[in-house]
C-alpha cells in the first residue's frame, strides 16, 4: 500500500515533535573537567534513573495492532475473491493488503520493543525499530511492485477473462476496510515514520480499491478486459512514488543526515544571535535517533568573562526553542588551538 501523501524527506521529515521525551534536557547540566575542557551534557546521569529510551505511545501501538487485525483479515478475503474472479487488480489490492498487515505488524513490533530502556549496548535503546521497519516497508512496496508489473505484462499478451460482478463487490468491501483503517491510523501519532508509512500504505490501498471498482465497471458495461492490467499498472507507478519518499527518508535517518528543519550553518548563525556570551560554536554534529528525535552535539567557545554554566544552559535553550532539539550535549572549549573534529573528513578542519 502505498499513497501520494508526502513522507518528510527523508521522506521522513524530522521536524521535532514537542511531546518529546520524559524529561527536559534543557533543565540539567553536568561538567566534567579533564584534559584541560569541560563537557556539558544535559542530564545528570548520576542524580536520577535515566534512559533514552522514548516515549512510545500506548496509543500508537493499539491503533497499528487494530489497523493490522482488519487488513490481514480482509487480505484473505480479498486474494480468495481475486483468483476466482481471475482479476489482476484484486489481487494487486490484495498484494498491497499483504504488505499492508506485514508493515502494521513491523510498526506494532517497533512499537513494542521501542519501550525497552537503554543498556548497557544500547545506549539509545531500540528508537530506531521504528526506522529499520519503514525502510522494510518500502524495500517490500519495490517487490511489491516489481511483481505486479511482471503480472500485468503477462495479462496484456495473454488476456483473462474477468467476473465482473464478485470483483466490483470485494472492491468496494475493500474500499470501506481500507477507509476504515486509515481512519484508526489517523488516530495516531503521525509524526512517527512507522505510521507515516503505514498510512501512506493504506492510501495506495485506497487507489488501488478505486481501481478495482473502476476496473469492474468498465469490464461490466464494456467487456474490454485489459483495464484490469491497465489500472494495476497506475496503481504501481503511485506506489514506486511513495515507496521511494520512504525509501529516501528512512536511510536518510539511518545515514545520520541533519533533520528536515536543520541546516548547520543557519543553525550556528542562530546560537550566536541568541546567546549571549558565545563567541563560536563549531563541530557541530545533528542527527536524528529516529524520527521526530533529534539530537545534537557540539563544541562552543566563550566571550571573555562569559559565565560557562549560563552559556551552556543558554545554549541548550536555543536549541530546544529554535530546533526542538532536546538531548544535545556541549563541550567548552577552553583552549583556542584544539584539534580540529576526529569526525571529518581527512584534510577537513
Known amino acids: 500500500m502505498a499513497g501520494t501523501g508526502p513522507v518528510h524527506n527523508p521522506g521522513i521529515h524530522d521536524h521535532a515533535e514537542h511531546d518529546h521525551d520524559d524529561h527536559d534536557h534543557a533543565g540539567h547540566s553536568h561538567a566534567a573537567v579533564g584534559h584541560d575542557h569541560a563537557s556539558h551534557d544535559d542530564h545528570d546521569h548520576a542524580g536520577h534513573d535515566h534512559s533514552h529510551a522514548p516515549t512510545v505511545s500506548a496509543g500508537n501501538e493499539k491503533v497499528v495492532l487494530i489497523g493490522f487485525v482488519l487488513t490481514a483479515t480482509f487480505m484473505v478475503a480479498e486474494v480468495v475473491a481475486g483468483v476466482l474472479s481471475g482479476s489482476l487488480a484484486l489481487i494487486a489490492d490484495a498484494g498491497h493488503m499483504l504488505t499492508d498487515a506485514a508493515a502494521l505488524l513491523l510498526a506494532w513490533a517497533a512499537f513494542r520493543f521501542g519501550r525497552r530502556a537503554s543498556d548497557s549496548k544500547r545506549s539509545f535503546g531500540y528508537m530506531r525499530l521504528e526506522v529499520v521497519a519503514g525502510l522494510v516497508n518500502a524495500l517490500a512496496l519495490f517487490a511489491l511492485t516489481g511483481w ?44 512517527h515514520v512507522n505510521i507515516r508509512g503505514a498510512m501512506l500504505h493504506v492510501l495506495g490501498d485506497l487507489l ?20 484490469d492490467p491497465i489500472l494495476s499498472v497506475f496503481v504501481c ?67 571573555p568573562g562569559a559565565d560557562a554554566a549560563a552559556t551552556t544552559l543558554a545554549t541548550k535553550q536555543a536549541l530546544l526553542g529554535e530546533y526542538g532539539i532536546t538531548h544535545s550535549t556541549i563541550e567548552i572549549v577552553w583552549e583556542e588551538g584544539k584539534p580540529g573534529c576526529a569526525l571529518a573528513a581527512d584534510g577537513v578542519p
Open 208 to 227: 488501488g480499491s478505486v481501481a478495482a471498482i473502476a476496473a469492474a465497471i468498465v469490464i461490466w458495461l464494456t467487456g474490454w478486459m485489459p483495464i
Open 237 to 303: 507507478l503511485l506506489v514506486l512514488r511513495s515507496a521511494w519518499k520512504l525509501f529516501r527518508g528512512s536511510l536518510h535517518i539511518l545515514m545520520e543526515g541533519t533533520p528536515g528543519n536543520v541546516a548547520i550553518e543557519d543553525l550556528e548563525k542562530s546560537l550566536l544571535a541568541a546567546v549571549p556570551g558565545l563567541k563560536a560554536a563549531r563541530h557541530i554534529h545533528v542527527w536524528s535517533i529516529t524520527s521526530g528525535k533529534p539530537v545534537a552535539t557540539l563544541e562552543i567557545v566563550l566571550a
Open 148 to 191: 505486479i508489473l511482471y503480472e500485468a505484462i503477462q495479462r496484456f499478451m495473454t488476456p483473462h477473462e474477468v467476473l465482473a460482478g464478485p470483483m466490483f463487490i470485494v472492491a468496494v468491501l475493500g474500499l470501506f476496510i481500507n477507509i476504515a483503517v486509515f481512519f484508526v491510523l489517523s488516530r495516531g501519532d503521525k509524526e
